[in-house]
């Protein structure tokens, strides 16, 4: 029983901070307004707490070393209900994106130990079906933020979205307190010394990197000065922070576990995995509420089928996971996040919810069969002395090529649109029978709706330039989910470095990476 006890508790910060990385999307429009921020600075709300995530994951393994994991899970825990309250009472921006950085800090160390913890909780019997149910969270968790966001900001306001929280982290605390076993003192002494330089350099280099590419569309990329400091500032701080940790006898991230073939594989992979399946699931949100004018909660109410698919691929897992080729179930989840690409890549003018029903199925089983069996994969041929460092490196790879792909689909987007829209609209012309038709019936409609001839003629051109607008995006978005189908076509060969069926190693490999 204490297994499972201790499992709920880490499951249940695990997902506290999973929602929480998408929660607050939907809630932007309205923080905008009750601040009194600008699109760009309210975008600092995102980007604040994803930097901080992004320099703490690659840490986490030697932080559970030098303070205990227990230990280190506890303030982890505690830290992000409290940074969870500071946001909600924050009274102005400046206060909120603080609080958000406190939040990506403690939050990133959540996810990182909570699943070794349930690993560590069950025997090898039973550890498949535990992971299942833990990586079931995981995988959930981000379909239900959103229609959580949605409904809290509508009913209560936007500052309950970080007021959840606390009920829930409290209960989570007095649980890991209860429950979770006492750290290990011997486990404590492998930490070694502070590598502070490497610490620092890593910081410099990911947060810069962060920021460019959060801000680098907004601000028009290299055009930026702003973006062509943080793109420089990111280069040399990652490249003293790989030389320092190649040299340095100890590392704060151990670079040396790439010497593994299925860490080269597994890293690449996980990039992709970012860039694509993430990818997905920011541009539906944004095409339906931009251009079907959903609102937020229906846009979230829309993920939902695939979360439930999501959760029965994860239960079927913890039943195959041990039987089949991690090599074949990631083929086979790659195939059908193509599917998905090639599904929603013919939306049209007249799409309802119902067209997305099956892509996004599609999608939910796919991210499964490619999420749980890439962590054994990729880990499950390492030593058990390299596991934890290349978890560390292994998320934080994930975790980049998800800001990565949503970067490169911000720019994308808008780039596409503005040449489609600029091709449409060379052919707008006199000289062409089909636009002066459709000119003539709606001047002639808005004018049999009381407008004099010169504001019937201005209302139907409006109208022409909002189809034009509206082909244009659907063409973009075409194109971009083209590209995420081709993405998992084209790299199915990397699987090929990837690690055999799990064993002993690969349940290590599972529980070590989140």
Request: glycine share 10%; with cysteine; aromatic share 10%.
């Amino acid at each position: 029983m204490l297994k499972w006890v201790i499992s709920l508790t880490a499951s249940l910060a695990a997902i506290l901070e999973v929602i929480d990385t998408v929660i607050t999307n939907v809630a932007l429009p309205d923080i905008r307004g009750n601040l009194g921020a600008s699109l760009s600075e309210a975008g600092w709300i995102s980007t604040s707490y994803a930097c901080a995530n992004v320099v703490i994951i690659p840490l986490s393994a030697w932080l559970g070393y030098r303070f205990g994991k227990k230990n280190y899970f506890m303030f982890s825990l505690i830290g992000f209900t409290l940074a969870s309250l500071m946001c909600g009472l924050s009274p102005n921006l400046g206060m909120l994106i603080f609080a958000r950085v406190v939040q990506g800090l403690t939050g990133g160390g959540l996810l990182a130990k909570a699943q070794s913890i349930v690993f560590e909780a069950f025997p090898s019997t039973d550890r498949a079906f535990a992971q299942a149910i833990f990586g079931m969270g995981i995988i959930v968790g981000p379909a239900i933020g959103p229609v959580m966001g949605g409904w809290l900001t509508d009913n209560l306001g936007w500052r309950w979205i970080f007021y959840i929280n606390l009920p829930l982290g409290l209960l989570a605390v007095l649980m890991a307190w209860t429950f979770l076993p006492t750290d290990d003192k011997k486990e404590m002494n492998r930490a070694g010394t502070v590598d502070w330089t490497g610490i620092g350099l890593l910081a410099v280099g990911l947060a810069c990197f962060q920021i460019m590419l959060e801000e680098g569309q907004q601000e028009g990329w290299f055009e930026s000065d702003f973006i062509l400091t943080t793109a420089l500032l990111s280069l040399v701080g990652i490249v003293l922070f790989v030389w320092r940790e190649l040299t340095t006898p100890h590392p704060a991230v151990d670079l040396r576990v790439l010497r593994h073939r299925s860490m080269i594989g597994g890293t690449l992979y996980s990039a992709i995995l970012g860039i694509g399946l993430y990818g997905i699931m920011f541009a539906v949100p944004i095409f339906v509420q931009d251009y079907l004018h959903y609102t937020a909660l229906q846009s979230g109410m829309l993920l939902v089928p695939g979360a439930i698919v999501s959760a029965t691929t994860m239960m079927l897992f913890g039943k195959i996971g041990n039987k089949v080729s991690p090599k074949v179930l990631i083929t086979i989840g790659a195939l059908l996040t193509s599917l998905t690409g090639f599904s929603l890549m013919n939306m049209n003018p007249d799409t309802g919810a119902g067209q997305f029903f099956w892509p996004l199925v599609f999608r939910g089983a796919g991210s499964v069969l490619i999420y749980m069996p890439l962590s054994i994969a990729t880990l499950g041929p390492l030593p058990k002395k390299d596991i934890a460092a290349g978890s560390g490196l292994y998320s934080l790879t994930r975790q980049l090529g998800s800001s990565i792909g949503i970067a490169l689909i911000t720019t994308i987007l808008v780039r596409r649109e503005a040449q489609h829209r600029a091709v449409l609209v060379e052919r707008i012309s006199d000289f062409r029978p089909a636009f002066t038709d459709r000119l003539h019936t709606l001047t002639g409609f808005f004018s049999s709706q009381g407008a004099d001839p010169v504001a019937a003629h201005d209302q139907a051109m409006k109208t022409i330039d909002r189809v034009v607008t509206g082909q244009a995006t659907i063409l973009s978005y075409g194109e971009l989910f083209l590209g995420v189908a081709a993405l998992f076509i084209l790299t199915l060969p990397v699987i090929l470095l990837l690690g055999g069926r799990a064993g002993k190693d690969a349940e290590e490999a599972a529980a070590a990476a989140h």
